[in-house]
């Protein structure tokens, strides 16, 4: 052995031995090692108790979010739409490379932050990498340190009424979350939103007999003041007029809430004398104003219980609040629809759904918002920004991130001559561009993106 090696040995050694004479409860003797039981010290220093989530790797991990970087943004005109014209921006990089260039110009300044990082999946696709497990670490503890100083810069970007929305699946929900909990906080968590990706399973059934079909948006605002555009609300959402009120269309709301600890309270139908009792969060006024406006419904058979009549008119805010399970979004669909783009060769995989991220901008971003995608892939997210602003005259824009990641040889993307993903983001934005330009009866629509490049 190295001879400084091991007169380092041996200093660590008589320390440990140091620690053993005032903690000898805190150094255990191993085969021919000792070892220092660090949580038995922090116990008998009384350390504070934390629940912060640490793996192998953490410290690292935060220390690559501060260093700097010497790299630079430049502009890339040949590879640009509408340089002089488009308020949309792509950037071919890596994303740490690009947040920490980008983290002055761009602080609190964007309304929405969408991610879709790798999900860990260790398959690798054909295309990108999607496999952290090595020699240094385990594949989790990877991966969070990849995730991590990631999200830590990002937060900076968002305005104070931002948010941010983190696609992954049950492989790194759990570490995605305590990650995320810790960087925003817990009291910034606003959703976990759930989708379909497919209906049925097919194939050879897994010996457990359960398949997974859906995956998770995770989302956090930047202090609690984000809100949910919402969807508008319609009349015919379930409202109706079937005795002509002239306070126009209304729903059927029953105003008992049983089980729930609300106090019981009494009402009287005026016009037949008889009392309903029934747990209720409505105070007694409250209820007895109602029945004298005529707005209370008094049970005829098949209804049971009495109830009010909610009227749309009355709802000050135009929108409906959004519930958490959005359904399916077929990703086999999504991948039809990015084929058609490139003359139906698949050259990408797993690309989000393009109606799944439409649904996302028009539930979770006002229409003349700015959003961006630091793991952008093929660059759903700007396909969908333009997309929807053909179709709602929007004024949505976007910035993408993604990685000159190579395609691997073996790839239909490789064999069309696209080299790396972020060609193919680009391809794709100019091929969606010129689709909607095609088809879109609006003359001023922002098909163009100013591409940067960091070196
Ligand atoms: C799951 S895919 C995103 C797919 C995308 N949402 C879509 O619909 O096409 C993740 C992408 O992040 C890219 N990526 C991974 N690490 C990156 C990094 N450090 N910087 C930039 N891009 C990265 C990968 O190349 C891959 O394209």
């Not at 620690?19 to 220092?36: K, M, Q, S, Y």
């Not at 810790?182 to 359960?210: D, L, Y």
């Not at 984000?226 to 015919?236: A, C, E, I, K």
């Not at 000050?316 to 979004?329: A, E, M, R």
Request: hydrophobic fraction near 35%; charged fraction near 30%.
């Amino acid at each position: 052995m190295n001879r400084s090696i091991k007169q380092a040995q041996n200093e660590l050694t008589r320390r440990i031995e140091q620690l053993r004479a005032i903690f000898p409860e805190c150094v255990v003797d191993e085969e021919d090692t000792v070892r220092v039981d660090f949580e038995k010290l922090k116990e008998f220093l009384g350390a504070p108790e934390t629940n912060e989530f640490v793996w192998m790797g953490k410290r690292a991990a935060s220390a690559e979010a501060r260093r700097e970087t010497y790299k630079s943004l430049r502009p890339w005109r040949a590879e640009s739409r509408n340089w002089k014209d488009t308020r949309n921006i792509y950037v071919e990089g890596d994303n740490l490379d690009f947040l920490k260039l980008a983290r002055q110009d761009l602080a609190g300044q964007i309304d929405l932050i969408y991610i879709d990082p790798p999900y860990n999946t260790g398959r690798g696709t054909f295309v990108y990498r999607d496999d952290f497990s090595d020699s240094k670490g385990d594949r989790s503890s990877n991966w969070a340190s990849m995730f991590y100083p990631r999200v830590l810069l990002a937060r900076e970007f968002l305005k104070d009424s931002g948010a941010i929305f983190v696609s992954i699946d049950d492989r790194e929900h759990a570490n995605a979350i305590k990650i995320m909990d810790e960087i925003f906080g817990r009291e910034n968590f606003v959703a976990t939103i759930v989708w379909e990706s497919k209906r049925e399973a097919k194939g050879i059934p897994p010996k457990s007999m359960s398949v997974t079909n859906h995956e998770y948006i995770l989302c956090y605002s930047k202090n609690g003041s984000y809100r949910f555009v919402g969807d508008m609300r319609n009349v015919s959402d379930g409202f109706a007029n079937p005795d002509s009120d002239p306070r126009g269309p209304w729903k059927r709301q029953y105003l008992q809430r049983f089980g729930q600890g609300f106090r019981e309270r009494t009402i009287v139908d005026p016009a037949t004398g008889r009392a309903y009792t029934f747990e209720t969060p409505y105070t007694q006024e409250k209820l007895n104003r109602w029945i004298a406006e005529g707005r209370v419904i008094f049970p005829t058979p098949p209804y049971k219980y009495p109830a009010r009549k909610e009227f749309f008119n009355e709802y000050d805010n135009p929108y409906k609040p959004i519930v958490t399970s959005w359904g399916l979004f077929s990703t086999k669909v999504g991948s039809e629809k990015l084929k058609s783009l490139f003359d139906g060769k698949k050259v990408f995989d797993y690309s989000k759904p393009l109606d799944l991220m439409t649904t996302l901008l028009r539930r979770a971003m006002r229409p003349d918002g700015l959003v961006m995608d630091f793991f952008a892939g093929s660059g759903t997210i700007g396909h969908a920004v333009m997309a929807l602003n053909a179709e709602d005259g929007g004024a949505r824009r976007f910035i993408l991130v993604q990685a000159p990641e190579s395609c691997g040889r073996r790839s239909v993307a490789y064999k069309l001559g696209y080299n790396d993903i972020s060609a193919i983001c680009r391809e794709r934005l100019r091929h969606a561009g010129d689709l909607l330009l095609s088809e879109s009866a609006r003359e001023s629509l922002d098909v163009g993106f100013r591409a940067y490049r960091i070196e």
